[in-house]
């Protein structure tokens, strides 16, 4: 089974901090993505990459970066945290460009005070 | 625009069947997938259909027609532990590596 690992369940963090979300799957996947979720507003894209160094913007990506120096991990980087950005952040990884289904890890419930 | 449609909420009784709709319009389309999501938890995979046609797995069973850009999931002999949301998303190739998502379907299952 694949394993996708978020390094924690729920983070507090204070506005204008640097916020770090590690990820880490164990199964080779090339892509990993990061989401977050809001009620009434579902799943959307932050930014998702396809390979080591390799990044790409997904729809909501203003206030965020990320970081993928290894295979197994993608690290999803709040630059200066603000209140809007209190949500679930949701990391999967996905196996080649197929009809594979993405892999989720447990979830962040990140608030930002 | 690409648009995925599905009931925001629906209510059933344990033992019942129901069947939750899904509708889409996409540039282009390579899949269609259902993920059962329970309150406070991530997403997990429940079915993939490319081609029209039903697909059994278990009590759950997934259906799909291409020319109407519509899928439905259908869930039989409900149990308390189906309540949960329900999220359709359509894979296109031509979008790279992204998936479009429903905003989801909460289901509520009553003794």
Not at chain 1, 14 to 32: A, S, Y
Not at chain 2, 61 to 80: A, I, P, T, V
Not at chain 2, 87 to 98: D, I, Q, S, T
């Amino acid at each position: 089974d694949v394993k996708v690992t978020q390094s924690s369940r729920y983070l507090v963090k204070r506005t204008g901090e640097k916020v770090f979300l590690e990820c880490v799957q164990d199964m080779d996947h090339e892509n990993m993505f990061w989401y977050r979720q809001d009620p009434g507003l579902g799943l959307r894209l932050i930014y998702f990459s396809y390979d080591v160094k390799m990044k790409e913007k997904g729809d909501i990506p203003e206030g965020y970066s990320v970081s993928r120096e290894k295979k197994e991990r993608f690290s999803l980087i709040l630059e200066s945290a603000s209140t809007n950005q209190t949500s679930m952040y949701l990391c999967a990884s996905l196996l080649g460009v197929s009809n594979q289904p993405q892999h989720f890890g447990d979830g962040t419930r990140l608030s930002i005070l | 625009g690409q648009n995925i449609d599905q009931p925001t909420e629906m209510t059933a009784t344990e033992g019942a069947i129901v069947q939750i709709n899904c509708t889409y319009q996409t540039s282009g389309f390579n899949g269609l997938f259902w993920y059962q999501q329970h309150a406070g938890e991530a997403p997990t995979f429940l079915s993939y259909n490319v081609l029209d046609g039903l697909e059994e797995k278990g009590r759950f069973s997934s259906f799909l027609s291409r020319s109407k850009g519509y899928s439905y999931l259908l869930l039989k002999e409900l149990q308390m532990k189906d309540s949960a949301s329900y999220l359709c998303a359509v894979f296109n190739a031509g979008n790279n590596r992204k998936l479009i998502w429903g905003l989801g379907t909460s289901l509520a299952v009553n003794p």
